[in-house]
């Protein structure tokens, strides 16, 4: 079979055709490569916000506050004269320390905690729980807790942030090794 003179230019132009369309496949395979690739970035470090900024010094903090809250040190009667003074002093050193940086931590990262209503609502009352403690406080009431006054600490706050922060810390995981197949 002999290629015919005339049917070259033919042949030429569908080999163009081919290298081209070939050309543009590959560009568009690329370009969805680079889209997947930069979706996946954004959802890595929308989850290493959440947890970074977020769950993990929130978890943190509710975690020391009820250690501190449930020690029993700061009322102990083992301290004998000196239990005022080292009850006002874990009180101001580490209990509204704590508060403060935590009533921080939710006003500062508040748009992270990723929209569930349970947990909005828990935070919402863990802030104004904290505002009445420190306003006692800073009032100069030592002796009076929030609860007594209607404004009882959430209940389930900090299981419910432990079961979101372990569940982003699995999803961000299983996020990150995924990175070796979009490379």
């Not at 005339?6 to 568009?28: E, I, Q, S």
């Not at 000196?82 to 748009?111: C, L, M, P, W, Y």
């Amino acid at each position: 079979m002999s290629i015919e003179i005339a049917n070259v230019p033919l042949y030429l132009l569908f080999t163009g055709l081919g290298f081209l369309l070939k050309f543009a496949f590959d560009r568009y395979a690329e370009h969805k490569d680079s889209v997947r690739f930069e979706a996946w970035k954004v959802q890595a470090n929308n989850l290493e916000a959440r947890l970074s900024k977020f769950y993990w010094p929130l978890h943190c903090r509710l975690q020391r506050g009820s250690m501190a809250w449930e020690s029993d040190n700061h009322r102990s009667n083992k301290l004998g004269k000196d239990k005022d003074r080292f009850a006002k002093s874990f009180d101001e050193g580490v209990i509204i320390q704590n508060h403060k940086e935590t009533r921080k931590i939710i006003q500062d990262n508040f748009h992270l905690y990723g929209g569930d209503y349970e947990i909005e609502e828990k935070l919402i009352r863990l802030l104004h729980h904290i505002d009445i403690y420190l306003s006692l406080r800073d009032s100069g009431i030592e002796d009076i807790d929030p609860m007594w006054l209607g404004e009882p600490w959430p209940q389930d706050i900090e299981s419910l942030i432990e079961q979101k922060l372990h569940k982003l810390q699995r999803d961000y995981d299983t996020h990150l090794a995924k990175a070796s197949s979009l490379m």
